[in-house]
């Protein structure tokens, strides 16, 4: 492992393109990065599962053949360099095929998700002006009710059509600031917003896979986010077939059972997904642990903090490292526990800025803080040359404050450099003076035997401004009563401190997240604010 701290302080931007890419600046297409470059090697690019057990391996010459057949369907259809083809489709070659040709023309690949309804697609497909849906059978009726609708093309006789083209089609290079990818962020604290991601930003995603992720050649390697979201697409797809190393995609849903199953049968030893996933393997700890012990090398989890009896329970019972990381749509990976470089961990904490980007907490005066202070999560733009955000699509970001990205997150930095998450800057509760982040709260909360997920919210209370309230999913077999809800209590005081207690307990089902699996405090709190209005109403 090469030491953090020396490949930070002497990061070189033109040295990391040149190790990431074979294009530069001036001519760049990420199907040539992404595929070409490694299709003499006889590599195999992509392991495939379906929901049936059906699986099947492709090569990264193979994937060159059928992209190019797909770029010459494209041509056919007026789609060029620039224009935007959407994905709805699940995990499957085919979805790796669209993506490829729609790069490989110099187009620009839109993901949706495939839970999405109808609005959700609307909005995201009239937002970026999409010319091409590509979807299968079990999704085509979402896009009936679009107008103006996009042309669609379906899984089955019209996309093998659509391949009887000829199998060598020319790249459209492109330049480093031109769009490859059309994102809409996940809408955890409103609507979703538009944005593009230059081809320059390869070189971020290719240092993520290698530093933080720790990515190997030797490695079997499965990201469990769907590339119908930023962190599949960043990291399932774009980042290791850049590498030149495989990928892996199950087409089925999450569950413990398929995915200790996969982990073994197709050996698994480097892991990524979110913290509901890990959440929820080590909710089934007894039949994980008999399974996964000593099989994964390295975890990684993004999208939400991982609570420390997560970590532990890795590190402790299936003998691997789990290292949380942190990102945004609009960022890709920033701030990183890094399984590639050697640096100190700090149990909670996010990590260190990911070589490429200067990273800082700032207060509402836009100063720098030091140590110990609470402040917004910001990137340096200025300082930073692997930074590739280049605002919203046709909407002013407000984001950008000077030389300065707001993150919109509350942080804290740590004595030895590194930076811990507190929470959304909206999500942090200011009760009887003190300000209280709800992560610290559900992290105790969730070490509490009974429980598998907890959010925390501020509740309007006129005596303490806010009061915390802890939403709760229990494990099987708890009753979800007053004498849990007052040892979960207690179980918080006595972990954390006296005026950080949920002072209310709620029982719940399920909580509500985006697709992508964050949670969605914001509807919760406004769930609360709501039933105060109408208490006071009456």
């Excluded at 720790?214 to 990291?235: E, M, V």
């Excluded at 997904?273 to 929820?280: C, E, K």
């Excluded at 969605?520 to 009456?538: C, D, M």
Aim: proline share 6%; aromatic share 8%; glycine share 10%.
């Amino acid at each position: 492992m090469h030491d953090y701290f020396s490949a930070a302080r002497q990061f070189d931007p033109s040295r990391a393109m040149a190790d990431a890419l074979t294009g530069n600046r001036d001519a760049l297409n990420a199907c040539v990065e992404c595929c070409d470059r490694h299709a003499a090697s006889g590599a195999i690019a992509l392991y495939w599962e379906g929901q049936g057990g059906e699986r099947s391996c492709w090569t990264f010459a193979e994937l060159q053949e059928q992209a190019s057949r797909f770029s010459h369907y494209l041509s056919s259809q007026g789609i060029g360099a620039g224009d935007v083809v959407a994905g709805l489709l699940p995990r499957s070659p085919e979805l790796l095929v669209t993506i490829l040709g729609t790069w490989r023309i110099g187009a620009v690949y839109q993901p949706l998700f495939t839970a999405f309804g109808p609005k959700a697609i609307e909005h995201r497909l009239l937002g970026a002006g999409t010319r091409l849906v590509v979807t299968d059978q079990a999704n085509r009726d979402k896009l009936d009710a679009i107008t103006p609708s996009p042309a669609v093309l379906t899984l089955g006789a019209e996309f093998a059509a659509a391949l009887g083209q000829r199998a060598t089609f020319a790249p459209v290079m492109r330049s480093g600031d031109d769009p490859f990818l059309l994102m809409f962020t996940s809408g955890t604290t409103g609507p979703a917003k538009p944005l593009t991601v230059p081809l320059k930003a390869i070189t971020a995603f290719v240092g993520y896979m290698r530093d933080a992720i720790g990515l190997q050649a030797d490695d079997r390697f499965w990201n469990l986010a769907d590339p119908g979201w930023a962190y599949g697409l960043y990291y399932a797809v774009t980042g290791p077939l850049a590498m030149g190393l495989s990928t892996t995609l199950y087409e089925g849903p999450f569950s413990v059972d398929s995915t200790c199953r996969i982990i073994r049968e197709q050996g698994i030893s480097n892991l990524a997904g979110s913290p509901t996933a890990f959440r929820l393997l080590m909710a089934e700890r007894e039949r994980v642990e008999a399974q996964l012990r000593g099989r994964l090398r390295a975890v990684s989890s993004a999208g939400e903090p991982l609570t420390p009896e997560v970590i532990r329970w890795f590190d402790q019972e299936l003998g691997c490292t789990i290292h949380d990381h942190y990102g945004q749509t609009e960022l890709g990976m920033v701030l990183c526990n890094h399984h590639g470089l050697q640096h100190p961990v700090h149990r909670g904490a996010a990590g260190y800025a990911v070589p490429g980007h200067r990273v800082v907490v700032l207060d509402e005066q836009m100063r720098e803080l030091s140590a110990g202070q609470p402040g917004i999560l910001a990137v340096d733009r200025r300082r930073s040359p692997l930074f590739w955000f280049p605002g919203y699509l046709g909407l002013p970001t407000s984001a950008f404050v000077g030389d300065y990205y707001l993150s919109g997150d509350t942080v804290e930095l740590n004595v030895d450099g590194s930076i811990s998450f507190v929470g959304r800057a909206d999500d942090v509760i200011t009760t009887s003076g003190y300000r209280v982040g709800p992560f610290d709260v559900e992290s105790a909360l969730i070490e509490h035997p009974s429980v598998v997920e907890a959010a925390v919210i501020g509740k309007p209370d006129p005596e303490r401004t806010e009061r915390v309230k802890a939403f709760v999913v229990l494990k099987p077999g708890h009753a979800p009563d007053a004498v849990l809800a007052e040892a979960l209590q207690r179980h918080v005081r006595e972990r954390l401190s006296a005026h950080a207690y949920p002072r209310e307990v709620e029982f719940v089902s399920e909580l509500p997240k985006t697709p992508s699996g964050k949670i969605q405090r914001f509807l919760l709190r406004n769930q609360e604010i709501a039933k105060t209005q109408v208490a006071v109403s009456h």
